[in-house]
């Protein structure tokens, strides 16, 4: 499996806040079948505002500790704002590899709503030749309430990565029925952990085995070779010029 979407730098945002509880999250994913690792430390305006410098440095540090076990690449969970429309001109925002021939764009939304201006902007970046992959969209609270929120995201041009927690049931019903709406709907392409310590490990393989018990129950249609997309192949083509 390659995991796209995760906290596992230590020291730049609500991840580990040492480089040894980077190396149990990395225990955690190996012990799983996971064998690439895009790291994606938040690039969030006023909260997590990013310091390329210091990233790096956790980046690197994390590589030489791991050595060979498990094969490490670098980008950004992009927080929604109108600074990072700015930034996005300026070439300063962490691309997480190409979807489509196009960039592609690991966006996080805020947890309570759609933000307003949203649309538009999905539709901009596509314009810039920018695909937008929408980050856990299962677990925001409006698209909780009306999941056809997600199809007016994705008309607007995205595409969306649920979290392996959610599928497994760790985030609640809430976020667990949402998935399994958005599974039955166009426009889910990944999975990925947002793993951030050990009470947020890496669920990889407990979304694995759900999502075929969800097919061996005849809920949502995610057969074996589906469940290798989301996980496997998908995140394969997306990131392989990170990996090259």
């Known amino acids: 499996m390659l995991d796209i979407h995760n906290h596992y730098l230590a020291g730049v945002d609500d991840g580990p806040t040492e480089l040894s509880g980077s190396l149990a999250l990395v225990d955690l994913a190996i012990e799983q079948g996971i064998q690439k690792v895009v790291c994606t430390p938040h690039y969030h305006h006023g909260r997590y505002d990013w310091d390329a410098d210091k990233v790096t440095g956790a980046f690197d540090a994390l590589v030489s500790a791991v050595a060979e076990r498990l094969d490490l690449a670098l980008a950004a969970e992009v927080r929604f704002s109108d600074e990072v429309l700015i930034d996005l001109r300026k070439g300063r925002v962490p691309f997480i590899g190409r979807w489509g021939e196009m960039d592609a764009l690991l966006l996080e939304m805020p947890h309570q ?124 083509v997306l990131t392989a010029s990170l990996f090259a």
């Not at 201006?117 to 937008?132: S, T, V």
């Open 113 to 236: 709503n759609v933000p307003l201006g949203i649309e538009a902007f999905l539709k901009w970046l596509k314009k810039e030749g920018i695909q937008p992959i929408i980050a856990h969209p299962e677990r925001n609270k409006e698209i909780m309430k009306s999941p056809r929120r997600a199809r007016d995201l994705y008309r607007a041009g995205a595409v969306f990565q649920l979290t392996a927690g959610s599928i497994a049931g760790h985030f609640g019903e809430n976020a667990l029925s949402t998935a399994r709406i958005l599974l039955k709907e166009e426009g889910v392409r990944f999975v990925a952990s947002d793993a951030h310590n050990l009470k947020r490990p890496p669920a990889m393989k407990a979304a694995a085995d759900a999502l075929a018990a969800m097919h061996e129950a005849g809920d949502v249609d995610v057969s074996a070779s589906r469940i290798d997309e989301l996980m496997v192949l998908n995140p394969g």
